[in-house]
T-cell receptor, first 113, second 112 residues
Framework: GAGVSQSPSNKVTEKGKDVELRCDPI?????LYWYRQRLGQGLEFLIYFQGNSAPDKSGLPSDRFSAERTGESVSTLTIQRTQQEDSAVYLCASSRGLAETQYFGPGTRLLVL | GQQLNQSPQSMFIQEGEDVSMNCTSSSIFNTWLWYKQEPGEGPVLLIALYKAGELTSNGRLTAQFGITRKDSFLNISASIPSDVGIYFCAGPLQTGANNLFFGTGTRLTVIP
């Protein structure tokens, strides 16, 4: 498909386990963003990647959160030692370049028991 | 800290009615974006506003960039059932910033 895809669509894990979430951006989009959406709330920015520049990690809530991106393709968001407050929908978006329209994926719904 | 407050938080309206919602900020935004999110999906951009006072339409949707740069309005005319969803305002906190700051959302329910 032509849109942003994310996997898995749903993830249930036990407190303390590590999880890895994947995002496949739209082909050719140089910028990639991760956001978190808690139940009933708006989106919170976590991190973004732009080309080969150093990522902007200013939104990551703790050092348990990290993300990587291979070139201008796939990105993975890793949450180590998950806590119940990490339960949320994790949304990925991509854009053609800086300050361009962001297109969102369907999200990964994470539930930490 | 920075907040984007949206009102109302939720709306229940009859099909065919017009809808109006707004977004207010404690600080200036130079770009206002309106997104719609349907259940199980990511947000989809509806309208983008780049200039104070700007009024932009997209079909039955009309949005305005407030003169003070601290607010924006979204109107939906002649609502239909598929308008159901959560509407978010958003914008970059700083000019040229790439990450978006999102509002609290307005949940719209349209009763057929």
């Amino acid at each position: 498909g032509a849109g942003v895809s994310q996997s898995p669509s749903n993830k249930v894990t036990e407190k303390g386990k590590d999880v890895e979430l994947r995002c496949d951006p739209i082909s050719g989009h140089t910028a990639l963003y991760w956001y978190r959406q808690r139940l009933g709330q708006g989106l919170e920015f976590l991190i973004y990647f732009q080309g080969n520049s150093a990522p902007d990690k200013s939104g990551l809530p703790s050092d348990r959160f990290s993300a990587e991106r291979t070139g201008e393709s796939v990105s993975t968001l890793t949450i180590q030692r998950t806590q119940q407050e990490d339960s949320a929908v994790y949304l990925c978006a991509s854009s053609r370049g800086l300050a361009e329209t962001q297109y969102f994926g369907p999200g990964t719904r994470l539930l930490v028991l | 800290g920075q907040q984007l407050n949206q009102s109302p938080q939720s709306m229940f309206i009859q099909e065919g009615e017009d809808v109006s919602m707004n977004c207010t900020s404690s600080s200036i935004f130079n770009t206002w974006l309106w997104y719609k999110q349907e259940p199980g999906e990511g947000p989809v951009l509806l309208i983008a506003l780049y200039k104070a006072g700007e009024l932009t339409s997209n079909g039955r949707l009309t949005a305005q960039f407030g003169i003070t740069r601290k607010d924006s309005f979204l109107n939906i005319s002649a609502s239909i059932p598929s308008d159901v969803g959560i509407y978010f305002c958003a914008g970059p906190l700083q000019t040229g910033a790439n990450n978006l700051f999102f509002g609290t959302g307005t949940r719209l329910t349209v009763i057929p």
